[in-house]
């Protein structure tokens, strides 16, 4: 496709419950990144793939967030025993390799956990 | 402890006029800076870079300015319109590029151009 696409655009989940969040990158483009952006905030780093690999996962909080990238196009981030503090818009983007003109964001996906 | 700082929450400008968004950093190793703008419902959307050897660059109405000593670089939007209405986030990176590590983002300034 032409952008980065996320898929929900919104899911409302209840407390405890484990989600996945869908992240088709741009075509071609091998490094792919997770951000979550809370209320009031700017994005904030969760992981960056490039290729199939997690080449930095250093901004996952905790161990319930994981995220994979099989094939090394579409990628998964998976909540489990979602916490109210994880609501927030969870945003993907994706980039060539080398790219100095900064990578594309999608729309992201809005995760309200009650 | 925040690494980048964008201490303007909002910034109400009138069409036409010079609108101004600051930003600071901590971190001396960012080499590479970047401004992105966000509509609501919508991911942010890059709108122009800055490298750490250079003090300007310029795309149309967009101007970002650098000062390395002061930690400290500038979004300029000239003349400003009512659709540049948006939040604007300020970004840095260790790596020359950011597409081979993570971005640090500001909060972020809303922008009100008024007609």
């Known amino acids: 496709g032409a952008g980065v696409s996320q898929t929900p655009s919104n899911k409302v989940t209840e407390k405890g419950k484990y989600v996945e969040l869908r992240c088709d990158p741009i075509?071609?483009?091998?490094?792919l990144y997770w951000y979550r952006q809370s209320l009031g905030q700017g994005p904030e780093f969760l992981i960056y793939f490039q290729g199939t690999g997690a080449a930095d996962d250093s901004g996952l909080p905790n161990d319930r967030f994981f995220a994979v990238r099989p094939e090394g196009s579409v990628s998964t981030l998976k909540i489990q025993r979602t916490e109210r503090g994880d609501s927030a818009v969870y945003l993907c983007?994706?980039?060539?390799?080398?790219?100095?003109?900064?990578?594309?964001f999608g729309s992201g996906t809005r995760l309200t956990v009650v | 402890d925040q690494q980048v700082k964008q201490n303007s929450p909002s910034l109400s400008v009138q069409e036409g006029r010079i609108s101004i968004l600051n930003c600071d950093y901590t971190?001396?190793?960012?080499?590479?800076f970047l401004w992105y703008k966000k509509y609501p419902a919508e991911g942010p959307t890059f709108l122009i870079s800055i490298s750490s050897i250079k003090d300007k660059n310029e795309d149309g109405r967009f101007t970002v300015f650098l000062n390395k000593s002061a930690k400290h670089l500038s979004l300029h939007i000239v003349p400003s319109q009512p659709g540049d209405s948006a939040v604007y986030f300020c970004a840095a990176s260790r790596n020359y590029g950011g597409s081979q590590g993570n971005l640090i983002f500001g909060k972020g300034t809303k922008l009100s151009v008024k007609p």
């Open positions: 075509s071609g483009h091998t490094a």
């Open positions: 971190n001396s190793m960012f080499d590479y």
């Open positions: 983007a994706s980039s060539r390799t080398g790219d100095n003109y900064g990578y594309t």
